[in-house]
T-cell receptor
Framework: GENVGLHLPTLSVQEGDNSIINCAYS??????FIWYKQESGKGPQFIID?????DKRQGQRVTVLLNKTVKHLSLQIAATQPGDSAVYFC??????????FGAGTRLFVKA | GAVVSQHPSWVICKSGTSVKIECRSL??????MFWYRQFPKQSLMLMAT?????????EQGVEKDKFLINHASLTLSTLTVTSAHPEDSSFYIC???????????????FGEGSRLTVL
């Protein structure tokens, strides 16, 4: 199936530093992208989204960058906090509401 | 905000039995719900799209006779894992789309997941 990762890559950052989580998406026809945060044993939580006609969108402490040329998304978290420790997934949609998840990255925040 | 509830949150069953997982949209109507499964340290894999009043659409490689989906009302979809085996042990997550939304933008609301362990 799609996007089945064997193991999640891990990013470890110091509290207060900025985090950058990267994602390569699969479908060049995808027109809407979302970043989700998943804590252990819970469902995904919406963080931020971006449409394909944009290349940057900012939220509170988070920024998403989209590079359609290389099919790449990134999530930047400013002043990372211990509560940001979780697994982060990018997801894509192609013309409808069916949402396909990327491989995910585990973020560890060291106090 | 919109809430999606799953029940049970965890279940342990014997091999060969069937298990039903419910997904309810508590404060909104959902024409479409999606079912995912997630193995440890892996991503969410879409299993099927559940449409109210019609048959579910299954993703490639997902056995429709194994994973029965029923979406009988605008607030409830159920996933039944039939004749469960240890390899079906996984975290099953549903999500719901608010009725009336169209296109590809808009929030999808996720349940908290149901952990199935088959002995």
């Amino acid at each position: 199936g799609e996007n089945v990762g064997l193991h999640l890559p891990t990013l470890s950052v110091q509290e207060g530093d900025n985090s950058i989580i990267n994602c390569a998406y699969s479908n060049s026809a995808s027109d809407y992208f979302i970043w989700y945060k998943q804590e252990s044993g819970k469902g995904p939580q919406f963080i931020i989204d971006i449409r394909s006609n944009m290349d940057k969108r900012q939220g509170q402490r988070v920024t998403v960058l989209l590079n359609k040329t290389v099919k790449h998304l990134s999530l930047q978290i400013a002043a990372t906090q211990p509560g940001d420790s979780a697994v982060y997934f990018c997801a894509e949609r192609t013309g409808g509401f069916k949402t396909i998840f990327g491989a995910g990255t585990r973020l560890f925040v060291k106090a | 905000g919109a809430v999606v509830s799953q029940h049970p949150s965890w279940v342990i069953c014997k091999s060969g039995t069937s298990v039903k997982i419910e997904c309810r949209s508590l404060d909104f109507q959902a024409t479409t719900m999606f079912w995912y499964r997630q193995f440890p340290k892996q991503s969410l894999m879409l299993m099927a799209t559940s449409n109210e009043g019609s048959k579910a659409t299954y993703e490639q490689g997902v056995e429709k006779d194994k994973f029965l989906i029923n979406h009988a009302s605008l607030t409830l979809s159920t996933l039944t894992v039939t004749s469960a085996h240890p390899e079906d042990s996984s975290f099953y997550i549903c999500s719901a789309r608010l009725t009336g939304t169209s296109g590809s933008t808009g929030e999808l609301f996720f349940g908290e997941g149901s952990r199935l362990t088959v002995l």
